[in-house]
């Protein structure tokens, strides 16, 4: 307990009086124990590790010091009491228990107080050692005592000890060696800081660290206030703790150490990721998947809905998605057949569903989805193409899937964090997580709510079918027990209670079991549940029950749909493709859950095919109608508007042009309902394919024909065959003028869905129109004079040119071939006239007459053209 008052004394001082009191208590913790008599001298002694030596207002030792204080104190006297050297007396006790100690201040009586202190001293700590040391806290053999060189100082603000001891000089600096010498003796000091230079007025101090904070308690204690002499000049000690950590260390200590500090921090980050993060994220993913987030889900809703707005409402039908579509649309029916296969069964592959756009791929597929109930996430590749940064495409994938929370801005951390660090430590931290690796981390997550996805619904049906189970149980059970009934063979034994007690006891039925031989009559066959069929209906019930419980782990497996699958918009989104096509590869590997994958192009099933190089892919293909499917289906829609369903030749024949194509026929359907006859229908139609084809084929100017993927004379050269022709050869159209043997023309021409490329076992075969409507489109721009004289000119143009880079290489080489000629002699020549140089002449000479012909075939034909230029139009 620290004292409230302040003590001045010095180190020895005489008393010229005799003032004697009894022993007693303070209440600042001052143990008074007797008065000074005349012609003495007093000092002070320092006795440590008496109490704990409190490091911080959080250190609870310091109430054990509390606790036992009276003890020790009393203790430390009878030890000091002992003492007789030099009248050696002591007057109080003073606990510092901050400090861990108590200050002693005794009276002796010596003509050399200096001596007097030193033998006190040795004496003191020697009579310590007979006793096992001084009094502790924590044992004997613990605490010394110390002379008091300076003069004691009780403070009690927050200052507590540390093992570093700030000493500072009023005064001349004393040297380093001096301080050692003088502060050895209480503790191994480890290192002395020098002094350093302080602004005007402020005392030069220098810093002494302590092996142990008992030392620097003592120092602090012991040397306060000491005086040093030399050379005619003094300087006054001042000692205070000083704190291990400084301002600004630990900062100063994680900047120094990027090395260790980055990697740490990242790990912990990571882990906190993995932790916490991820389990919400895959409980938000398995909350989209089975509407927890959807109010529309919720049973309140529906029974509010059914009473209130169903009720007021008028009940209206979507001409767009009439039940007869199955009947009328008979091309769809074998593909849902083998989707609904592929859904039927545990997946082992992957289903890849492909056709033109407007085929009814995503139509078909919602209803097979809708009619089966299955649980179904769907992943769009357009939308996710249209992002215009990686972090947009991770954003578009976790808002497409319910991941959730997704902190995008932490990619731009990483990467400054990895400038950063190439300029810290040389080289790059390795923080940045690329494009594939945070498409697979969100995959991942993903997967695993869809494998909690798929035990959620597994154990709903497994309590399903364990009810239905008890209830044919219980069904059974009842049917026999009525059975029985008729038979006369069943009692419950609890109706002998009405029985009565003693003598009318004896009126109940009994407990013991009945049997067939107590039946009262002929048994009648009311329900086949004699003795010898149960076992037979057990049975038969088991094994159903076991083919619902494989059915019912089939409808709980939940269905990845990826919308769009087709690589456009660059080296990212291809990336993108590669890493679903993994992720669903390891889906169906793993029967996690069934995987479909819808595309527009049957050539993009080549990225799956890389993921499963062992398994082949279920194909789902979808073409256009056949003309009387279609032709019913306008109908029955037309029919269902409320329209005439009695067609016209000329309507026939118009509604034929435009093919099997879902989207056409749907915009005709459209455009009748606006009022439009069927004829300016399709004349609409066809009018805007060739303002779109001409776009799309040949670009707006120079600039958008330079970015397209062919060139226009590519374009030029086969949608003018396929106004002629239903169908091309490929490699024909491949090996010829202006593609020599260049396929990614013709495959992104495939992809825009300007051409389509049929296949013949396996290879490609024949080009025709993109959509069927197309094949008019071509012949509207065949028909065009203006534009056919301008695209024919530019395909002459470039072939004038093949034809005189072949003439001027044929010259080449006949010159080449007539040096060679001009070296030989004339009977050599004569005898050798059918050598291999004449043959080549020959030939040259052939081929550029040919060559020239064309050129001057193409030049007259050019004529023609710009004649037709000339007239305008």
């Given at each position: 307990?620290?004292a409230?008052?302040?003590?001045?004394l010095?180190?020895?001082?005489?008393?010229?009086f005799?003032?004697?009191?009894p022993?007693?208590?303070?209440?600042?913790g001052?143990?008074?124990?007797?008065?000074?008599s005349m012609?003495?001298?007093?000092?002070?002694?320092?006795?440590?590790?008496?109490?704990?030596?409190?490091?911080g207002?959080?250190?609870?030792?310091?109430?054990?010091?509390?606790?036992?204080?009276?003890?020790?104190?009393?203790?430390?006297?009878?030890?000091?009491?002992?003492?007789?050297?030099?009248d050696?007396n002591?007057l109080?006790?003073?606990?510092?228990?901050?400090?861990?100690?108590?200050?002693?201040k005794?009276?002796?009586?010596?003509?050399d107080?200096?001596?007097?202190?030193e033998?006190?001293?040795?004496d003191?700590?020697?009579?310590?050692?007979?006793?096992?040391g001084?009094?502790s806290w924590?044992?004997?053999g613990?605490?010394?005592?110390w002379?008091?060189k300076?003069?004691?100082?009780?403070?009690?603000?927050?200052?507590?000890?540390?093992g570093?001891i700030k000493?500072?000089?009023?005064?001349?600096?004393v040297?380093?060696?001096?301080?050692?010498?003088?502060l050895r003796?209480?503790?191994?000091?480890?290192?002395?800081?020098?002094?350093?230079?302080?602004?005007?007025?402020t005392?030069?101090?220098?810093d002494?660290?302590?092996?142990?904070?008992?030392?620097?308690?003592?120092v602090?204690?012991?040397?306060h206030?000491?005086?040093?002499?030399?050379?005619?000049s003094?300087t006054?000690l001042?000692?205070?703790?000083?704190?291990?950590?400084q301002?600004?260390?630990?900062?100063?200590?994680?900047?120094?150490?990027?090395?260790?500090?980055l990697?740490?921090?990242f790990?912990?980050?990571?882990t906190?990721?993995?932790?916490?993060?991820?389990?919400?994220?895959?409980?938000?993913?398995?909350?989209?998947?089975?509407n927890?987030?959807?109010?529309?889900?919720?049973?309140?809703?529906?029974?509010?809905?059914t009473?209130?707005?169903?009720?007021?409402?008028?009940?209206?039908?979507?001409m767009?998605?009439?039940t007869?579509?199955?009947?009328?649309?008979k091309?769809?029916?074998?593909?849902?057949?083998?989707?609904?296969?592929?859904?039927?069964?545990?997946?082992t592959?992957?289903?890849?569903?492909?056709?033109?756009q407007?085929?009814?791929k995503?139509?078909m597929?919602?209803?097979?989805?809708?009619?089966?109930?299955?649980?179904?996430?769907?992943?769009?590749?357009?939308?996710?193409?249209?992002?215009?940064?990686?972090?947009?495409?991770?954003?578009?994938?976790?808002?497409?899937?319910?991941?959730?929370?997704?902190?995008?801005?932490?990619?731009?951390?990483s990467?400054?964090?990895?400038?950063?660090?190439?300029?810290?430590?040389?080289?790059?931290?390795?923080?940045?997580?690329?494009?594939?690796?945070?498409?697979?981390?969100?995959?991942?997550?993903?997967?695993?709510?869809?494998?909690?996805?798929n035990?959620?619904?597994?154990?709903?049906?497994?309590?399903?079918v364990?009810?239905?189970?008890?209830?044919?149980?219980?069904?059974?059970?009842?049917?026999?027990?009525?059975?029985?009934?008729?038979?006369?063979?069943?009692?419950?034994?609890?109706?002998?209670?009405?029985?009565?007690?003693?003598?009318?006891?004896?009126?109940g039925?009994?407990?013991?079991?009945c049997?067939?031989?107590?039946?009262?009559?002929?048994e009648v066959?009311?329900l086949?549940?004699e003795?010898?069929?149960?076992?037979?209906?057990?049975?038969?019930?088991a094994?159903?029950?076991?083919?619902?419980?494989e059915?019912?782990?089939?409808?709980?497996?939940?269905?990845?749909?990826?919308?769009?699958?087709?690589?456009?918009?660059?080296?990212?989104?291809?990336?993108?493709?590669?890493?679903?096509?993994?992720?669903?590869?390891?889906?169906?590997?793993?029967?996690?859950?069934?995987?479909?994958?819808?595309s527009?192009?049957?050539?993009?099933?080549?990225?799956?095919?890389?993921?499963?190089?062992?398994?082949?892919l279920?194909?789902?293909?979808?073409?256009?109608?056949?003309a009387?499917?279609?032709?019913?289906?306008?109908?029955?829609?037309l029919?269902?508007?409320?329209?005439?369903?009695?067609?016209?030749?000329?309507?026939?024949?118009?509604?034929?042009?435009?093919?099997?194509?879902?989207?056409?026929?749907?915009?005709?359907?459209?455009?009748?309902?606006?009022?439009?006859?069927?004829?300016?229908?399709?004349?609409?139609?066809?009018?805007?394919?060739?303002?779109?084809?001409?776009k799309?084929?040949f670009?707006?100017d120079?600039?958008?024909a330079?970015s397209?993927?062919?060139?226009?004379e590519?374009?030029?050269t086969?949608?003018?065959?396929l106004?002629?022709?239903?169908?091309?050869?490929?490699y024909?159209v491949?090996?010829?003028?202006?593609?020599?043997?260049?396929?990614?023309?013709?495959?992104?021409?495939?992809?825009?869905?300007?051409?389509?490329?049929?296949?013949?076992?396996?290879?490609?075969?024949?080009i025709?129109?993109?959509?069927?409507?197309?094949?008019?489109?071509?012949?509207?721009?065949v028909?065009?004079?203006?534009?056919?004289?301008?695209q024919d000119?530019?395909?002459?143009e470039?072939?004038?040119?093949?034809?005189?880079?072949?003439?001027?290489a044929?010259e080449?080489?006949?010159?080449?071939?007539?040096?060679?000629s001009?070296?030989e002699?004339?009977?050599?020549?004569?005898?050798?006239?059918?050598?291999?140089?004449?043959?080549?002449?020959?030939?040259?000479l052939?081929?550029?007459?040919?060559?020239?012909m064309?050129?001057?075939?193409?030049e007259?034909q050019?004529?023609e053209?710009?004649?037709?230029?000339?007239?305008?139009?």
């Open positions: 307990m620290l409230k008052n302040a003590i001045n010095t180190t020895i001082r005489h008393i010229s005799v003032h004697l009191r022993s007693w208590r303070t209440g600042q001052l143990r008074k124990l007797t008065g000074s012609n003495t001298h007093e000092g002070w002694l320092f006795v440590d590790s008496v109490f704990p030596i409190r490091l207002t959080w250190d609870l030792r310091y109430y054990i010091g509390v606790l036992r204080e009276e003890t020790l104190l009393e203790t430390l006297e009878t030890r000091l009491s002992a003492m007789k050297t030099h050696f002591v109080s006790l003073e606990p510092y228990q901050k400090d861990g100690g108590v200050f002693v005794f009276s002796y009586s010596a003509t107080p200096h001596n007097a202190l033998r006190i001293e040795n003191l700590k020697e009579e310590a050692n007979k006793h096992g001084m009094p924590a044992g004997p613990v605490g010394s005592v002379l008091v300076g003069r004691p100082w009780r403070e009690d603000m927050n200052r507590y000890p540390s570093i000493v500072a000089f009023e005064g001349p600096d040297q380093e060696e001096s301080l050692y010498n003088l003796p209480y503790g191994r000091i480890y290192h002395i800081f020098p002094p350093a230079s302080v602004p005007t007025g005392l030069r101090s220098t002494i660290a302590f092996h142990r904070v008992r030392a620097a308690t003592i602090r204690n012991v040397v206030g000491y005086n040093i002499s030399k050379n005619g003094t006054r001042h000692t205070t703790y000083q704190r291990h950590i301002a600004h260390v630990i900062r100063d200590w994680l900047t120094s150490h990027p090395r260790i500090v990697p740490i921090v790990f912990l980050l990571g906190l990721t993995y932790t916490i993060f991820d389990p919400v994220r895959a409980l938000f993913v398995e909350g989209k998947m089975l927890w987030f959807d109010y529309r889900e919720y049973g309140i809703y529906k029974w509010l809905r009473k209130t707005l169903d009720r007021l409402s008028i009940a209206s039908v979507d767009d998605t009439v007869a579509d199955q009947d009328v649309w091309e769809r029916k074998d593909a849902e057949v083998i989707l609904r296969n592929y859904l039927s069964d545990l997946p592959t992957v289903a890849f569903v492909h056709g033109p407007g085929s009814g995503s139509r597929l919602s209803t097979v989805l809708r009619d089966f109930g299955r649980k179904a996430i769907v992943i769009d590749c357009a939308e996710l193409n249209k992002a215009t940064s990686d972090s947009g495409l991770v954003a578009a994938l976790a808002q497409q899937t319910g991941y959730r929370p997704i902190f995008t801005f932490l990619n731009s951390l990467s400054m964090i990895d400038i950063a660090s190439m300029g810290l430590i040389g080289q790059k931290a390795g923080f940045t997580t690329s494009l594939p690796d945070q498409l697979k981390q969100i995959l991942e997550v993903v997967g695993t709510a869809l494998k909690s996805v035990q959620s619904l597994r154990s709903d049906a497994k309590r399903k364990k009810a239905e189970r008890e209830a044919e149980v219980r069904k059974a059970a009842d049917a026999r027990r009525r059975n029985r009934i008729r038979r006369g063979i069943w009692h419950d034994g609890r109706l002998d209670c009405v029985a009565g007690t003693g003598v009318m006891s004896e009126l039925f009994g407990d013991e079991a049997n067939d031989a107590d039946s009262d009559s002929a066959d009311v086949p549940m003795e010898g069929n149960e076992k037979i209906a057990e049975d038969m019930l094994r159903k029950q076991r083919s619902v419980e059915l019912q782990a089939i409808s709980a497996l939940p269905v990845v749909v990826i919308k769009n699958f087709a690589a456009r918009g660059g080296a990212n989104r291809e990336e993108l493709l590669k890493v679903l096509s993994q992720w669903a590869a390891t889906l169906v590997d793993n029967q996690i859950a069934h995987v479909i994958i819808v527009d192009n049957r050539e993009n099933a080549k990225l799956l095919a890389r993921a499963l190089p062992s398994k082949p279920n194909s789902i293909a979808l073409y256009d109608a056949d009387p499917s279609a032709l019913s289906f306008v109908k029955e829609r029919r269902d508007a409320g329209l005439t369903t009695d067609l016209t030749r000329g309507q026939i024949a118009c509604i034929e042009r435009l093919g099997g194509r879902a989207s056409d026929l749907a915009s005709l359907i459209h455009k009748v309902r606006s009022g439009q006859s069927i004829e300016e229908a399709v004349e609409d139609i066809i009018s805007r394919g060739v303002g779109e084809l001409r799309n084929a670009g707006e120079i600039d958008d330079k397209l993927p062919w060139s226009r590519q374009a030029w086969v949608l003018k065959q106004s002629q022709k239903a169908e091309l050869p490929y024909d491949l090996s010829g003028f202006p593609f020599k043997g260049d396929e990614l023309p013709l495959r992104s021409m495939e992809h825009t869905e300007l051409i389509s490329i049929g296949t013949l076992n396996g290879r490609p075969s024949t025709r129109p993109g959509r069927p409507v197309y094949k008019y489109v071509f012949e509207r721009l028909n065009d004079p203006v534009f056919r004289a301008t000119l530019a395909v002459n470039r072939q004038i040119s093949s034809a005189e880079s072949t003439i001027k044929c080449a080489e006949l010159a080449t071939l007539g040096d060679i001009s070296g002699r004339f009977f050599q020549t004569l005898w050798r006239s059918r050598r291999a140089p004449a043959e080549r002449k020959r030939y040259l052939r081929k550029m007459y040919a060559a020239q064309r050129v001057l075939a193409l007259k050019d004529a053209l710009r004649k037709i230029l000339a007239k305008g139009g």
